[in-house]
């Protein structure tokens, strides 16, 4: 700990930054909010515009930064200037300056550091920064389109077994709409390939987290060419009877997730669907594409 917190304290000096921290949400507020779906792109300008942004373990992925010259613009000219700028918390010093350049690097535990933190916080009055937060908000709404409402609703058939439903997701659309659009309560409930795209992902997970948890409810949202790559697996769910849900992306859900056994049900979409929102190749966060009106 000693050692952690001379290393902070090098980091920060006797720096206070009086900044506009990238939060797009209030504690106890808006996060908690069942139906608040009102997040959609907010995250995005408000990296791009934030004097300081705190990196808790961050590895910067491409998906998070977008075209990294164009990644959070204003926090690097308050670096520039002495006021804010990039503060990247991680354990392990070799991803620290891997892929975006910190202003302040810290390495440690990252709730040790946080904790050694507290000193240095200011409390501020920024109405005008908060505003701006839910201006995005309001201009940008997490919007429903074609059948994504399905995941929806197969969010609300399980609500009242959250805490025990595990959800995989195969490649592409089942992943991105999966995660917009099923209501997180706890963690470690969401199993998937990243940004890998591993074809054939959903089913084998699912298969593994409910022989690691059998009581839990286990729902694999899939995709029909990811599925097609290992749906032989159906097979050994059936052999040892491990009682997987598969969703193939009617409306009949109960019947699937009260049926005995594996199960499938396919679910017709969109031949040209897209999955949105997504940041193209090259371009900035604040370029972000998504569904129109």
């Known amino acids: 700990m000693s050692k ?29 909010e069942c139906k608040n779906q009102k997040k959609y792109w907010t995250d995005s ?13 961050a590895r910067f992925d491409d998906r998070v930064t977008g075209y990294i010259p164009k990644f959070a613009p204003q926090a690097r000219l308050a670096a520039h200037e002495g006021r804010g700028g990039i503060v990247h918390f991680g354990i392990s ?54 059948q994504s409402g399905f995941i929806e609703r197969l969010s609300d058939a399980v609500d009242h ?14 992943q991105m709409w999966a995660a917009q659009h099923f209501r997180w309560r706890y963690p470690r409930t969401m199993i998937t390939y990243g940004g890998l795209g591993t074809m054939g992902y959903g089913l084998p997970a699912a298969i593994g987290a409910k022989v690691a948890l059998p009581e839990a409810l ?12 290992t749906i032989s697996e159906l097979l050994t769910a059936s052999q040892f009877g ?17 049926t005995s056994g594996p199960a499938l049900l396919e679910v017709k979409v969109a031949p040209k669907a897209l999955s949105l929102p997504m940041v193209p190749s090259g371009r900035g966060l604040d370029e972000i594409q998504f569904y129109d009106e």
């Open 4 to 32: 952690l917190n001379r290393n902070l304290q090098g980091s920060l000096g006797s720096q206070q930054l009086r900044v506009r921290g990238s939060f797009t949400t209030k504690l106890g507020g808006d996060e908690i």
């Open 242 to 258: 491990i009682d997987v849900k598969v969703v193939l992306l009617n409306n009949k859900i109960k019947w699937l997730l009260n």
């Open 93 to 146: 010093p070799k991803n620290i300056n891997k892929v975006v350049e910190a202003t302040i690097p810290v390495v440690g535990d990252c709730a040790e550091s946080l904790e050694l933190l507290l000193p240095y916080t200011i409390p501020m009055h920024r109405p005008e920064w908060l505003a701006q937060i839910q201006a995005w908000k309001d201009q940008y709404p997490f919007r429903a389109f074609n």
């Open 218 to 229: 286990v729902i694999d949202i899939d995709g029909d060419a990811s599925l097609n790559m």
């Open 161 to 174: 077994t959250k805490e025990r439903t595990v959800i995989t997701t195969g490649v592409g659309q089942p």
């Open 45 to 57: 300008p408000a990296q791009e515009n934030a004097d300081l942004i705190l990196a808790l373990g």
